[in-house]
Protein backbone atom coordinates (compact mmCIF):
# COMPACT_ATOMS: atom_id res chain seq x y z
CA UNK A 1 0.00 0.00 0.00
CA UNK A 2 1.56 3.37 0.97
CA UNK A 3 0.28 3.63 4.54
CA UNK A 4 1.76 3.72 8.07
CA UNK A 5 0.38 1.29 9.76
CA UNK A 6 0.82 -1.48 7.71
CA UNK A 7 4.30 -2.39 9.65
CA UNK A 8 1.33 -2.59 11.38
CA UNK A 9 -0.15 -3.00 13.85
CA UNK A 10 2.09 -3.05 16.56
CA UNK A 11 -1.02 -4.39 18.66
CA UNK A 12 0.96 -7.34 19.25
CA UNK A 13 3.92 -5.45 21.20
CA UNK A 14 1.45 -3.82 23.23
CA UNK A 15 -1.27 -5.50 24.65
CA UNK A 16 -0.20 -8.76 25.85
CA UNK A 17 -3.09 -10.58 27.75
CA UNK A 18 -2.67 -9.63 30.93
CA UNK A 19 -2.23 -5.93 29.82
CA UNK A 20 -5.69 -6.28 28.01
CA UNK A 21 -7.20 -7.86 31.34
CA UNK A 22 -5.96 -5.04 32.91
CA UNK A 23 -7.17 -2.47 30.84
CA UNK A 24 -11.12 -3.37 31.28
CA UNK A 25 -10.59 -1.39 34.34
CA UNK A 26 -10.80 1.39 32.11
CA UNK A 27 -13.85 0.83 30.08
CA UNK A 28 -17.43 1.41 30.83
CA UNK A 29 -17.44 5.35 29.47
CA UNK A 30 -20.03 6.34 27.06
CA UNK A 31 -19.51 8.78 24.60
CA UNK A 32 -21.15 12.45 24.76
CA UNK A 33 -20.26 14.18 21.44
CA UNK A 34 -22.99 16.84 21.92
CA UNK A 35 -24.47 16.18 18.46
CA UNK A 36 -27.97 15.58 18.43
CA UNK A 37 -28.19 12.79 15.69
CA UNK A 38 -29.09 13.81 12.29
CA UNK A 39 -32.28 12.37 10.63
CA UNK A 40 -30.53 10.64 7.74
CA UNK A 41 -28.52 7.55 8.99
CA UNK A 42 -25.33 5.75 8.46
CA UNK A 43 -24.65 2.40 6.82
CA UNK A 44 -21.48 1.77 7.80
CA UNK A 45 -20.01 0.71 10.98
CA UNK A 46 -16.98 3.22 12.20
CA UNK A 47 -13.01 2.77 14.23
CA UNK A 48 -9.70 2.32 13.91
CA UNK A 49 -7.12 -0.07 14.95
CA UNK A 50 -4.98 -0.52 18.49
CA UNK A 51 -1.69 1.42 16.87
CA UNK A 52 -0.75 4.25 19.89
CA UNK A 53 1.51 7.23 19.06
CA UNK A 54 4.19 5.66 20.60
CA UNK A 55 5.25 2.53 21.54
CA UNK A 56 3.83 2.69 25.37
CA UNK A 57 1.24 -0.08 26.51
CA UNK A 58 -0.18 2.45 28.82
CA UNK A 59 -0.72 4.59 25.64
CA UNK A 60 -1.76 2.20 23.70
CA UNK A 61 -4.81 1.19 26.04
CA UNK A 62 -5.55 4.70 26.58
CA UNK A 63 -5.74 5.58 22.61
CA UNK A 64 -8.41 2.10 22.63
CA UNK A 65 -10.39 3.61 25.60
CA UNK A 66 -10.76 7.07 23.95
CA UNK A 67 -11.74 6.13 20.06
CA UNK A 68 -13.80 3.11 21.13
CA UNK A 69 -16.06 6.45 21.95
CA UNK A 70 -16.62 6.86 18.88
CA UNK A 71 -16.66 3.87 16.94
CA UNK A 72 -18.57 0.47 16.87
CA UNK A 73 -16.21 -1.59 15.19
CA UNK A 74 -12.18 -2.56 15.50
CA UNK A 75 -9.42 -3.12 13.05
CA UNK A 76 -6.89 -5.19 13.29
CA UNK A 77 -4.07 -5.43 9.94
CA UNK A 78 -0.90 -6.46 9.50
CA UNK A 79 1.23 -8.31 7.64
CA UNK A 80 2.03 -12.02 9.20
CA UNK A 81 4.49 -12.74 11.54
CA UNK A 82 7.04 -14.40 9.14
CA UNK A 83 9.86 -14.45 11.26
CA UNK A 84 7.84 -16.22 13.87
CA UNK A 85 6.32 -18.39 11.34
CA UNK A 86 9.26 -19.57 9.61
CA UNK A 87 10.85 -20.22 13.09
CA UNK A 88 8.10 -23.07 13.52
CA UNK A 89 5.72 -21.16 15.45
CA UNK A 90 2.49 -22.73 14.92
CA UNK A 91 0.22 -19.84 13.15
CA UNK A 92 -2.71 -21.05 16.05
CA UNK A 93 -0.72 -20.61 18.63
CA UNK A 94 0.10 -17.38 17.79
CA UNK A 95 -3.22 -15.66 17.43
CA UNK A 96 -3.96 -17.26 20.21
CA UNK A 97 -1.50 -15.79 22.35
CA UNK A 98 -1.29 -12.43 20.44
CA UNK A 99 -4.14 -11.52 18.73
CA UNK A 100 -7.25 -13.43 20.76
CA UNK A 101 -7.14 -11.46 23.88
CA UNK A 102 -7.40 -8.00 21.76
CA UNK A 103 -10.40 -9.43 19.64
CA UNK A 104 -11.90 -10.68 23.00
CA UNK A 105 -11.37 -6.86 24.57
CA UNK A 106 -12.85 -5.38 21.55
CA UNK A 107 -16.03 -7.55 22.05
CA UNK A 108 -16.40 -6.45 25.51
CA UNK A 109 -16.64 -3.28 24.15
CA UNK A 110 -19.54 -3.91 22.09
CA UNK A 111 -17.34 -3.69 19.03
CA UNK A 112 -17.52 -5.96 15.45
CA UNK A 113 -14.14 -6.70 14.40
CA UNK A 114 -13.00 -6.55 10.91
CA UNK A 115 -9.45 -8.40 10.26
CA UNK A 116 -7.01 -7.60 7.29
CA UNK A 117 -4.14 -9.69 6.56
CA UNK A 118 -1.73 -8.08 4.19
CA UNK A 119 0.75 -10.82 2.06
CA UNK A 120 3.40 -8.04 1.32
CA UNK A 121 4.51 -4.88 2.21
CA UNK A 122 2.51 -2.40 3.39
CA UNK A 123 5.20 0.48 3.25
CA UNK A 124 6.80 -0.30 0.07
CA UNK A 125 4.01 -1.73 -2.40
CA UNK A 126 7.24 -2.40 -5.06
CA UNK A 127 8.84 -4.99 -2.57
CA UNK A 128 7.96 -8.34 -0.30
CA UNK A 129 7.43 -8.03 3.15
CA UNK A 130 10.56 -7.02 4.80
CA UNK A 131 10.78 -9.97 7.21
CA UNK A 132 10.37 -12.34 4.37
CA UNK A 133 12.95 -10.81 2.49
CA UNK A 134 15.70 -10.64 5.62
CA UNK A 135 15.32 -14.69 6.06
CA UNK A 136 15.73 -15.08 2.14
CA UNK A 137 12.67 -16.32 1.37
CA UNK A 138 9.51 -15.35 -0.85
CA UNK A 139 5.70 -15.29 -1.18
CA UNK A 140 6.68 -16.89 -4.60
CA UNK A 141 7.39 -19.99 -3.10
CA UNK A 142 4.52 -22.83 -2.36
CA UNK A 143 6.02 -23.44 1.21
CA UNK A 144 5.80 -19.65 2.44
CA UNK A 145 2.50 -19.70 0.49
CA UNK A 146 1.00 -22.28 2.73
CA UNK A 147 2.14 -20.79 5.74
CA UNK A 148 0.02 -18.13 4.37
CA UNK A 149 -3.02 -20.29 4.14
CA UNK A 150 -2.58 -21.04 7.48
CA UNK A 151 -2.10 -17.96 9.47
CA UNK A 152 -5.00 -16.25 7.40
CA UNK A 153 -7.26 -19.65 8.13
CA UNK A 154 -6.25 -19.38 11.96
CA UNK A 155 -7.21 -15.46 12.03
CA UNK A 156 -10.82 -16.41 11.02
CA UNK A 157 -10.94 -19.50 12.77
CA UNK A 158 -9.94 -18.19 16.41
CA UNK A 159 -10.89 -14.47 16.06
CA UNK A 160 -14.28 -14.79 13.82
CA UNK A 161 -14.61 -11.62 12.58
CA UNK A 162 -17.23 -10.61 10.33
CA UNK A 163 -15.03 -9.81 7.26
CA UNK A 164 -10.96 -10.46 6.59
CA UNK A 165 -8.77 -9.49 3.75
CA UNK A 166 -6.35 -11.88 2.12
CA UNK A 167 -4.94 -9.38 0.00
CA UNK A 168 -3.89 -5.50 -0.07
CA UNK A 169 -3.56 -2.60 -2.07
CA UNK A 170 -3.78 -5.21 -5.15
CA UNK A 171 -3.60 -2.69 -8.14
CA UNK A 172 -0.83 -0.75 -6.30
CA UNK A 173 0.71 -4.53 -6.29
CA UNK A 174 0.47 -5.21 -9.60
CA UNK A 175 1.39 -1.31 -10.78
CA UNK A 176 4.87 -0.78 -8.61
CA UNK A 177 6.06 -4.90 -7.90
CA UNK A 178 7.83 -7.36 -9.93
CA UNK A 179 4.78 -9.90 -11.54
CA UNK A 180 6.26 -12.96 -9.97
CA UNK A 181 5.16 -10.97 -6.99
CA UNK A 182 1.73 -10.12 -8.03
CA UNK A 183 1.33 -13.79 -9.09
CA UNK A 184 2.27 -14.90 -5.71
CA UNK A 185 -0.11 -12.85 -4.50
CA UNK A 186 -3.41 -13.81 -6.41
CA UNK A 187 -2.16 -17.50 -5.91
CA UNK A 188 -1.70 -17.04 -1.87
CA UNK A 189 -4.87 -15.16 -1.45
CA UNK A 190 -6.89 -17.98 -3.42
CA UNK A 191 -5.47 -20.63 -1.42
CA UNK A 192 -5.95 -18.90 2.01
CA UNK A 193 -10.07 -17.49 0.67
CA UNK A 194 -10.72 -21.51 0.10
CA UNK A 195 -9.38 -22.61 3.17
CA UNK A 196 -11.28 -20.48 5.30
CA UNK A 197 -14.26 -21.10 3.06
CA UNK A 198 -13.96 -24.47 3.76
CA UNK A 199 -14.33 -24.32 7.53
CA UNK A 200 -16.54 -20.64 7.59
CA UNK A 201 -19.27 -20.19 5.09
CA UNK A 202 -20.69 -17.16 6.93
CA UNK A 203 -16.84 -14.66 6.72
CA UNK A 204 -17.63 -12.68 4.59
CA UNK A 205 -13.76 -12.68 2.38
CA UNK A 206 -12.48 -9.54 1.17
CA UNK A 207 -9.61 -7.51 -0.95
CA UNK A 208 -8.66 -4.21 -0.86
CA UNK A 209 -7.95 -1.86 -3.97
CA UNK A 210 -5.96 1.38 -3.80
CA UNK A 211 -8.42 4.12 -5.05
CA UNK A 212 -5.90 6.85 -6.13
CA UNK A 213 -4.69 3.83 -8.79
CA UNK A 214 -8.04 2.78 -9.87
CA UNK A 215 -8.63 6.74 -10.89
CA UNK A 216 -4.54 7.10 -12.28
CA UNK A 217 -3.76 9.10 -10.11
CA UNK A 218 -1.17 7.12 -8.59
CA UNK A 219 1.30 4.82 -10.02
CA UNK A 220 -0.99 5.35 -13.09
CA UNK A 221 -1.06 5.90 -17.21
CA UNK A 222 -0.85 9.49 -17.06
CA UNK A 223 -4.13 10.03 -15.18
CA UNK A 224 -6.29 8.31 -17.17
CA UNK A 225 -8.65 6.53 -15.04
CA UNK A 226 -7.89 2.84 -14.88
CA UNK A 227 -10.88 0.81 -12.88
CA UNK A 228 -10.71 -2.42 -10.91
CA UNK A 229 -11.99 -4.91 -13.87
CA UNK A 230 -8.51 -6.32 -13.65
CA UNK A 231 -8.69 -6.99 -9.34
CA UNK A 232 -12.14 -8.41 -9.54
CA UNK A 233 -11.25 -11.16 -12.40
CA UNK A 234 -8.11 -12.01 -10.20
CA UNK A 235 -9.72 -11.91 -7.10
CA UNK A 236 -13.25 -13.62 -8.25
CA UNK A 237 -14.41 -14.97 -5.14
CA UNK A 238 -14.52 -12.25 -2.43
CA UNK A 239 -17.81 -10.86 -1.30
CA UNK A 240 -16.69 -7.56 -0.38
CA UNK A 241 -14.44 -4.71 -1.48
CA UNK A 242 -11.99 -2.89 0.55
CA UNK A 243 -10.68 0.41 0.03
CA UNK A 244 -7.40 1.96 0.40
CA UNK A 245 -7.83 5.70 -0.13
CA UNK A 246 -5.23 8.79 0.16
CA UNK A 247 -6.72 11.83 -2.00
CA UNK A 248 -3.69 14.27 -1.15
CA UNK A 249 -1.32 11.84 -2.58
CA UNK A 250 -3.36 11.70 -6.00
CA UNK A 251 -3.22 15.52 -6.61
CA UNK A 252 -6.33 16.60 -4.81
CA UNK A 253 -5.46 19.84 -2.48
CA UNK A 254 -8.79 20.25 -2.50
CA UNK A 255 -11.27 17.59 -0.25
CA UNK A 256 -14.17 19.41 -1.57
CA UNK A 257 -13.27 18.50 -5.39
CA UNK A 258 -13.06 15.12 -4.65
CA UNK A 259 -16.06 13.45 -6.49
CA UNK A 260 -18.87 12.21 -4.96
CA UNK A 261 -18.82 9.18 -7.08
CA UNK A 262 -15.04 8.87 -5.86
CA UNK A 263 -16.10 5.31 -4.63
CA UNK A 264 -19.03 4.16 -6.79
CA UNK A 265 -17.99 4.80 -9.59
CA UNK A 266 -15.25 1.83 -9.31
CA UNK A 267 -18.39 -0.65 -9.80
CA UNK A 268 -20.27 1.41 -12.21
CA UNK A 269 -21.87 -0.86 -14.58
CA UNK A 270 -21.03 -4.00 -12.84
CA UNK A 271 -23.83 -6.67 -12.91
CA UNK A 272 -22.77 -8.02 -9.27
CA UNK A 273 -22.31 -5.19 -6.57
CA UNK A 274 -20.27 -5.95 -4.08
CA UNK A 275 -20.48 -4.23 -0.58
CA UNK A 276 -17.43 -1.58 0.06
CA UNK A 277 -15.52 -1.55 3.01
CA UNK A 278 -13.26 1.40 3.62
CA UNK A 279 -9.97 -0.09 5.32
CA UNK A 280 -7.80 2.47 5.38
CA UNK A 281 -6.97 6.33 4.32
CA UNK A 282 -7.00 9.93 5.75
CA UNK A 283 -5.95 13.06 4.98
CA UNK A 284 -2.79 14.97 6.86
CA UNK A 285 -3.42 18.15 9.24
CA UNK A 286 -0.08 19.31 7.76
CA UNK A 287 1.56 20.00 4.60
CA UNK A 288 2.35 16.70 3.09
CA UNK A 289 5.20 17.23 -0.08
CA UNK A 290 3.16 19.80 -2.59
CA UNK A 291 0.36 19.60 -0.71
CA UNK A 292 -0.85 22.09 1.46
CA UNK A 293 -3.09 21.45 4.06
CA UNK A 294 -3.98 22.56 7.79
CA UNK A 295 -6.48 21.11 10.66
CA UNK A 296 -9.50 23.00 8.96
CA UNK A 297 -8.80 21.09 5.43
CA UNK A 298 -8.40 17.70 7.28
CA UNK A 299 -11.88 18.55 9.16
CA UNK A 300 -13.55 19.14 6.17
CA UNK A 301 -11.99 16.15 4.40
CA UNK A 302 -13.78 14.17 7.08
CA UNK A 303 -16.96 15.55 6.42
CA UNK A 304 -16.71 15.16 2.76
CA UNK A 305 -15.60 11.81 3.03
CA UNK A 306 -19.18 10.88 4.93
CA UNK A 307 -20.68 12.11 2.02
CA UNK A 308 -18.79 10.31 -0.21
CA UNK A 309 -19.54 6.86 1.86
CA UNK A 310 -23.17 8.12 2.31
CA UNK A 311 -23.42 7.63 -1.30
CA UNK A 312 -21.36 4.16 -1.93
CA UNK A 313 -23.76 3.14 0.95
CA UNK A 314 -20.32 1.89 2.57
CA UNK A 315 -20.21 -1.12 5.50
CA UNK A 316 -17.23 -0.08 6.91
CA UNK A 317 -15.60 3.09 7.63
CA UNK A 318 -12.01 2.88 9.14
CA UNK A 319 -8.40 5.12 9.69
CA UNK A 320 -5.69 2.89 10.31
CA UNK A 321 -4.62 5.66 13.26
CA UNK A 322 -6.81 7.52 15.37
CA UNK A 323 -3.48 9.36 16.33
CA UNK A 324 -0.82 11.17 15.14
CA UNK A 325 2.49 9.03 15.14
CA UNK A 326 5.68 9.64 16.96
CA UNK A 327 8.56 9.24 14.12
CA UNK A 328 10.92 9.29 16.40
CA UNK A 329 9.80 7.34 19.54
CA UNK A 330 9.08 4.53 16.95
CA UNK A 331 12.81 4.48 15.38
CA UNK A 332 11.18 4.69 11.55
CA UNK A 333 14.01 5.60 9.06
CA UNK A 334 13.36 9.42 8.37
CA UNK A 335 10.99 10.26 5.92
CA UNK A 336 9.54 6.61 5.91
CA UNK A 337 6.05 7.22 7.40
CA UNK A 338 5.99 10.58 7.24
CA UNK A 339 3.39 11.04 4.41
CA UNK A 340 1.22 9.16 7.18
CA UNK A 341 2.43 10.51 10.36
CA UNK A 342 -0.19 13.73 10.88
CA UNK A 343 -3.38 11.46 10.27
CA UNK A 344 -4.57 11.40 13.20
CA UNK A 345 -7.93 12.89 14.92
CA UNK A 346 -5.83 13.66 17.87
CA UNK A 347 -2.16 14.66 18.20
CA UNK A 348 0.59 12.26 19.91
CA UNK A 349 -0.39 13.27 23.67
CA UNK A 350 -4.25 13.08 22.53
CA UNK A 351 -5.25 16.50 22.10
CA UNK A 352 -8.51 17.00 19.64
CA UNK A 353 -8.01 18.34 16.47
CA UNK A 354 -10.81 20.00 14.35
CA UNK A 355 -11.42 16.84 12.59
CA UNK A 356 -12.46 15.00 15.56
CA UNK A 357 -15.70 16.98 15.71
CA UNK A 358 -16.39 16.04 11.96
CA UNK A 359 -16.13 12.35 12.30
CA UNK A 360 -18.52 12.83 15.95
CA UNK A 361 -20.88 14.19 13.69
CA UNK A 362 -20.82 11.64 11.33
CA UNK A 363 -20.66 8.96 14.16
CA UNK A 364 -23.52 10.35 15.56
CA UNK A 365 -25.88 9.76 12.95
CA UNK A 366 -28.09 6.46 13.59
CA UNK A 367 -26.60 3.09 11.57
CA UNK A 368 -29.19 1.35 9.89
Not at 69 to 96: H, K, M, T, Y
Not at 211 to 237: C, N, R, S
Request: charged share 15%; net charge neutral; with cysteine.
Amino acid sequence: MIAPANAKLAARRFLPVAAVLLASLLGGCSSDSGVRPPAVARTYYMGFSSFPPRPDQALALLTINYWSLRGDAALILEEPPWDSLLAGFPPDSFVRTVHLPLANYYRAKGLRLIVSVDPTNGLDRSAESAKLVAAGRSLTEPAVQQLYRDYVTAMDTILHPDYIGIASETNLVRALAPASVYDAVVQAASGAATSVSAVDSTVRIYATVQVETAWGKLAGPGGAYVGIDQDLADFPYIRALGLSSYPYLGGFSNPDSIPLDYYTRLQLGKTQQLPMLVIEGGWPSVTVGAVASDPSKQRRYIARHAKIQDQAQTKAWFQITFTDIDEAAYGFPPGQITPFAKLGLVDVNLSPRPALSAWDAAFAKPRR
